[in-house]
């Protein structure tokens, strides 16, 4: 597995459209988009949320979303572009973010993904995910969702041990 070379940084407003556009090319194909350029910025601005960006000289590689709650995080949102799956940006943008939650004392991190993207179910059950249920129709009562969650507060959480 090739490494790509990137540094990630928060996302900036001019980032939101290619941030949305990712988001409706990798998460939502084949449905009606619901993170338009306004709902993204609203996430960049907002204080209570992170809007994580894997870039390099050619530009956006990835993002994340995470919104923070008084003792839950809830990732709405993660994406690597296809060109650079599998080299492990994924995997550095949901380590920032644990690695957030923690320093916020905020333990545990829920998601829903949709139920046909095994993919992406592995990788997070990979990372120490679980699965905590199925909601029908969750994605515009067109397909099922499964809610995964972590407990960072686990002894030996990746999250916990710091860089490396």
Avoid: C
Wanted: net charge positive; charged share 25%; glycine share 8%.
């Amino acid at each position: 597995m090739d490494t790509v070379d990137h540094r990630l940084e928060l996302a900036r407003l001019a980032d939101a459209p290619v941030i949305s556009a990712m988001s409706s090319r990798l998460i939502e194909a084949g449905l009606t988009p619901s993170w338009p350029p306004e709902r993204v910025a609203r996430h960049i601005r907002g204080e209570e949320s992170i809007v994580l960006t894997a870039k390099r000289s050619a530009g956006l590689l990835g993002f994340a979303i995470m919104q923070f709650g008084d003792s839950t995080a809830h990732l709405n949102l993660l994406a690597v572009d296809s060109y650079s799956q599998r080299r492990g940006l994924g995997r550095a943008l949901l380590s920032w973010l644990e690695e957030s939650a923690v320093v916020a004392g905020t333990f545990l991190i829920q998601l829903e993904l949709r139920a046909s993207n095994s993919i992406a179910r592995a990788f997070y059950q990979a990372r120490g995910y679980r699965e905590t249920g199925r909601v029908a129709g969750y994605y515009q009562r067109l397909e099922d969702a499964i809610q995964m969650e972590r407990d960072l507060s686990v002894p030996g959480s990746p999250a916990r041990r710091g860089p490396g």
